[in-house]
T-cell receptor, first 115, second 111 residues
């Protein structure tokens, strides 16, 4: 089954404790992205990747890191989480052909609470 | 900077009614526009994708149109059902994997 998986689905942590949210897709997609969703602000892009070792900042990259060492995986790293990073996070992937006319597939979401 | 607006923010209709959700965007230089459905606490499910060269797409009771020059898209839902209750999001892609989302329309279909 074609899918985007994220782990963990729920996470409660404390300020300053490094964490990683994993994302994996099995569709051989070039493009992968991370979004956060907050009430009243909608979905905002954090980082995106156009291929292995190629990443770029989205609209709200501060406090986050990403890496793309393999095509299928795109982990989101919070080196020193703060309470304002409490949010619902989504990973997405798209595209087997460079060009941009590609449907986005989203993971199920990770609800993160930073105390 | 691309901005996406969805109107109305919330909509409540009786079962069986036809309805239209609106999406507007400020920069017409887009690759595509995609409509999603989101159920409470859940992920996004893609409903329809309209490429920049297309005018509309249809899937079952859903029809989405795109007028790129005026920066508008509509999602038409025919014969609405209670199971259609969800938040509907539109998003435009302006380059590889660069998506800008609207805040959504929360739809409630009453039995």
């Amino acid at each position: 089954e074609a899918q985007v998986t994220q782990n963990p689905r729920y996470l409660i942590t404390v300020t300053g404790k490094k964490l990683t949210v994993t994302c994996s897709q099995n569709m051989n997609h070039e493009y992968m992205s991370w979004y956060r969703q907050d009430p009243g602000l909608g979905l905002r892009q954090i980082y995106y990747s156009m291929n292995v070792e190629v990443t770029d900042k989205g609209d709200v990259p501060e406090g986050y890191k990403v890496s793309r060492k393999e095509k299928r995986n795109f982990p989101l790293i919070l080196e020193s989480p703060s309470p304002n990073q409490t949010s619902l996070y989504f990973c997405a992937s798209s595209g087997t052909v460079v060009g941009g006319d590609n449907e986005q597939f989203f993971g199920p979401g990770t609800r993160l609470t930073v105390l | 900077k691309q901005e996406v607006t969805q109107i109305p923010a919330a909509l409540s209709v009786p079962e069986g009614e036809n309805l239209v959700l609106n999406c507007s965007f400020t920069d017409s230089a887009i690759y595509n526009l995609q409509w999603f459905r989101q159920d409470p606490g859940k992920g996004l499910t893609s409903l329809l994708l309209i490429q920049s060269s297309q005018r509309e797409q249809t899937s079952g009771r859903l029809n989405a149109s795109l007028d790129k020059s005026s920066g508008r898209s509509t999602l038409y839902i025919a014969a609405s059902q209670p199971g259609d209750s969800a938040t509907y999001l539109c998003a435009v892609e302006t380059s590889g994997s660069r998506l800008t989302f609207g805040e959504g329309t929360q739809l409630t279909v009453n039995p």
